[in-house]
């Protein structure tokens, strides 16, 4: 087993917030992870309201208003979701 996923599978968010078009998650470990709204589709066209409403579960971020959820993982990894993009 690889040591890294392991470690990826301890981490576990303590408090997630938005801040000046950013996600910032603080993990359990202290470590802060970052991305920013424009990389999703649903939060980067989301109102304040509905970036800002989040739970978190030991395995990511829900966002309730968008019905969105991002695991911790995938966000270490840089995978935030899909991004529209526009028919050709």
């Known amino acids: 087993m690889n040591?890294?996923?392991t470690d990826l599978d301890l981490l576990e968010p303590t408090e997630a917030r938005h801040m000046n078009g950013w996600i910032v998650i603080t993990l359990n470990d202290g470590r802060e992870v970052k991305f920013p709204c424009s990389a999703n589709e649903y939060l980067s066209v989301a109102t304040e309201k509905e970036i800002s409403t989040m739970e978190i579960?030991?395995?990511?971020?829900h966002w309730p208003l968008l019905n969105e959820d991002l695991s911790i993982k995938g966000i270490i990894e840089g995978r935030f979701g899909r991004i529209s993009r526009s028919p050709q």
């Open 57 to 61: 579960s030991p395995c990511g971020i």
């Open 3 to 5: 040591t890294l996923e």
